[in-house]
């Protein structure tokens, strides 16, 4: 499905009936990640899921990124399916532009999950590869930066084990349009640090890490911990970056133990 949201087209997945959960995706990939978590929570909760714009089968303008923008796009989609409030999932980049709309839009907020994410903004030395990974996707396209990301995103058992799960992640990567990827990049490099916000979170937080995530370890999902309240954190064993594709069942029971367990 797609709705007409800020003037461009934002394809989304709605199934299940219930308490909504609405998953945001890593970059650069879609919302065909949560393929897994779709199948195994939708017959308890109303699960969400949305192609960010930039992505899958939403629109990829040729235009300034930010995470603001990702933020409101959200809001307007939240007001187009008529959901005055949800628990959210947001996995890397996810869970920087859930950062951006809870500052934006907190009493939207019932819990959220923040999965192999951070709340640091990008050093200069991240900022100048996030640089360099625009002029590799203009030069060279989506293919050259999925070779970059999948060593990132992926343990080396799974790359070695599991070549249908490389492959699918490698088709989501070259689905990209490149003015989607090179303006994610821009609006990942540009965001602020939240690490400040953290203190003011007051809804229920889920953090989630795979035990072998590199580009967002154990010690960011820590410092989330120790700064939001009452937060409580869950380490996915064997796991890298894409916890919910590496090790899809402890990571659908966690957000089901914490998403169930939400008072009314």
């Known amino acids: 499905m797609q709705a007409q949201i800020n003037d461009i087209a934002l394809a989304f997945t709605d199934q299940g ?28 909760f109303r699960v969400i899921t949305l192609d960010l714009r930039g992505h899958g089968e939403s629109d990829a303008p040729l235009w300034h990124y930010s995470l603001d923008q990702a933020a409101d796009d959200l809001h307007g989609l939240l ?32 819990g959220m999950v923040l999965a192999d994410t951070k709340a640091q903004a990008d050093s200069d030395e991240g900022k100048r590869g996030r640089f360099e990974m625009a002029q590799v996707a203009y030069k060279r396209g989506a293919k050259a930066i999925a070779d970059v990301m999948i060593p990132k995103l992926l343990s080396p058992a799974t790359i070695q084990t599991r070549p249908e799960l490389v492959q699918r992640v490698r088709m989501m990567i070259e689905g ?89």
């Open 79 to 110: 007001d187009y399916l008529s959901i005055p409030k949800a628990v959210f999932v947001g996995l890397s980049m996810g869970g920087y532009v859930l950062f951006a709309f809870y500052g934006k839009y907190a009493e939207r907020v019932k």
């Open 176 to 264: 990209n349009q490149i003015s989607g990827i090179a303006g994610d990049l821009m609006a990942m490099a540009e965001r602020p640090d939240s690490t400040a916000l953290l203190r003011q979170i007051t809804c229920p937080t889920q953090i989630i890490v795979g035990e072998l995530d590199l580009p967002t370890p154990l010690s960011a999902a820590t410092l989330m911990v120790e700064r939001i309240p009452n937060a409580r954190l869950t380490i996915i064993p064997g796991a890298a970056h894409l916890s919910n594709l590496e090790q899809p069942d402890l990571f659908n029971q966690t957000v089901r133990s914490f998403a169930e367990n939400l008072p009314m």
């Open 17 to 44: 009936t219930g308490s909504p959960l609405v998953f945001l995706h890593a970059f650069p990939l879609n919302r065909s990640m949560w393929m897994e978590q779709e199948r195994a929570l939708s017959s308890q």
